[in-house]
């Protein structure tokens, strides 16, 4: 339903124009980027992105050639590890798929050609679409980070979710995947 393509330095304006504000640019990456999403912030982005320690990929839809979605993996290859992140779909392509489809592809590649054994990730809470997307596709929640930060006058709980490369294979082979 997606090809996933290599997140190039161009493709960092278009992520900007899918992130409408300070809550939205907090509720995808957290402290990672600060509001706005400037050219310096996506340079060094794409720049960590190109290094061994990160993969970043765009998500196309074939039918025209269209990109829907974004995600990124930061690699521990010591540990076989790996930490997804920047989740994102562009606001118009939202509820049709794109992000389960996405993120699958990104799990077929972090557990097939960068070999790792574990992938985790960390998501809001209260982030309803995220958290049915990763719970839809085998991640599990191993422990919530309870009122970990403040930000925009309230607290925030982080859900840190994590899937074994023999859940995916298991889940992959039973076609729920
Ligand atoms: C979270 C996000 C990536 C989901 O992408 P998407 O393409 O809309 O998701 P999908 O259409 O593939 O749906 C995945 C699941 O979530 C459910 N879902 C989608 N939107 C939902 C919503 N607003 N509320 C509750 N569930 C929702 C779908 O029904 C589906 O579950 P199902 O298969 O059991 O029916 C997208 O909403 C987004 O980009 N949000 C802003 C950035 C963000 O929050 N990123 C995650 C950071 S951890």
Known sequence: MVELREFEPADGRLLATWVDGPVELWRWSGKNFSWPLDEQQLAAYAAESATPLRRSWM????????????????????????????????PEARGKGFGAAMVAGVL?????ELGLERVELGVWDDNAAAVRLYEGLGFVCDHVLRDVTQHAGRSWSAMQMSMRRSSWEAGASSGLS
């Open 108 to 112: 077929t590649r972090a557990f097939g």
């Open 59 to 90: 998500a196309v839809d074939p039918r025209d050639g269209r990109a829907v979605g974004h995600a990124s993996v930061r690699v521990d290859a010591a540990a076989a590890g790996g930490r997804l992140g920047r989740v994102l779909v562009a």
